[in-house]
């Protein structure tokens, strides 16, 4: 007999919902948009409403149920991943107080730099296993700069909660903080929650970086679990408005680009880039050592039996749509201009900093950066150095990993970019110098429906479920010509990327860049 589930993913713009069938892999699915709210005055504001989330999750499920021929009955599962750290406060009535800080909210950064700063006076060994350096991104940063600012609802905060945890205690009706799921994804990377720490940053110090932190350590109750385990069955308000049955199982939640690497296929000692608005990379570890400037080594975050590791670059898909937008075109349409594009044949060096440094710097006070410009640089040519320059950042990020003990034997490119970009596959193989991975389908949601699967117990672990629902990988292998000019053009990016991206930087010698890039583009174009 087969099992039904559904998998859902929220991302930046939109909910997705797929209907997956044990035997016959995914059935249908749908999707269903809400708005990012942002300020035109203020770059670092990015918000959404929960009430769309959910008014979306009953409009994309409904939908999905009936493109899949599937009637609600027959789901014995639904587990979900959500964008992070996106944060929510919450009321007594297990209401939201606000809207979520979406993940790419950055207006905490000087709350950030406060936690870090701390957290390094108070000898806080939690902030070292977040990579030393706490990030706007994160839980605590947002939650501080709410209490800041909201002074007059301070008194009516009955918690916060992540995006992932807060839908499953809504589907679920639980009311009660203490049996509220919190996922150790979530709070252990975002969160500085650290089971051999005992837990989160002790109240001592959260007063420290702020006495309006008093009392929250205690609010943040609930069950810390992995996503092995159960958040609760959906209610029956919410069985009824997604049309499914009350006894449907939901495990605890996870971010989506975690599971985003599950649907990919990750196994231990591999790393997946989630490419999307931003990338996400994800690996895993048989063991907990520190990475430093790393965002977080967690175990169980990824797969429940393992050491999760997370890094990650602040914008890639939305740096692409930035430079196409300045030039009044698409993404699409520029990317069809630099097919043909050779390894550095611009002579241009893109640093890709316009939403700051998620790793390894951890600075959002960084710019983007684009060296070599000529009068004749188009937007294509950009367009190309970006897709360069985020290769070279990451690899910078999987140099770091791999000199703490994370070995990197395969490398997947995930998330949506890779599936519709070619040239961004074959520039990171030939800046890796490794074979790059793509799933040869889609994914997206796959890694919930795997969970969901698990919670109904239809496989016995999760390579089972891998083995039977993930689709086999296309393979871009390195070029050697490219491979040479990258080796070439790494060293510049690596050494201008530590001495223009830390205030505490040594000199570097900087005469010689410009013109290596004017001599490596001129060889690449008289090879063409």
Known sequence: MSTVVAGVDFGTLSVRVSIFDSEKGRLGAATADYALHRKRNDPDYATQSHSDHMQALVSAMRTALKASGVDGSAIRALALDTTGSSVVPVGESFEPLDEYYLWCDHRAWREAAEITAKAQEFGLEAIEWSGGVYSSEWGFSKLLHWLRHNPQRRSQLATAFEH?????????????????????????HKWMWNEALGGLPPEEF????????AGVREKLAGKYLASDSIAGTVSPEWAEKLGLSNDVLVPVGAFDAHWDAIGAGIRLGDVVNVVGTSTCIIGLSDKAELVPGVCGVVPGSVDPRLTGIEAGLSAVGDLFDAIARRAGSTAGVLAQEIKDYRAGQTG??????????????????LGGITLGWHLTSTAADELFAAVEGTAFHTRIILERMEEHGAKVNRIINGGGIPQRNDTLNQIYANVMNKPILVPGGDVTSLGSAIFAFMAAKTFPTIEAAQAKLCPEHRVFHPEPNSVAVYEQLFPLYRKLYFAFGSKQSTPANMGDVLPELRRIAAEVRQQQ
Not at 164 to 188: E, K, Y
Not at 206 to 213: G, H, K, R, S, Y
């Open 164 to 188: 992932c945890d807060f839908v499953a205690a809504t589907l679920c009706g639980i009311r009660n903080i203490q049996d509220a799921p919190r996922s150790i994804c979530a709070m252990g």
């Open 206 to 213: 959260l007063t420290f970086v702020d006495p309006v932190l």
């Open 348 to 365: 241009l060096l893109r640093f890709t900093w316009d939403n700051g440094d998620r790793t390894v710097l951890v600075n959002p006070e």
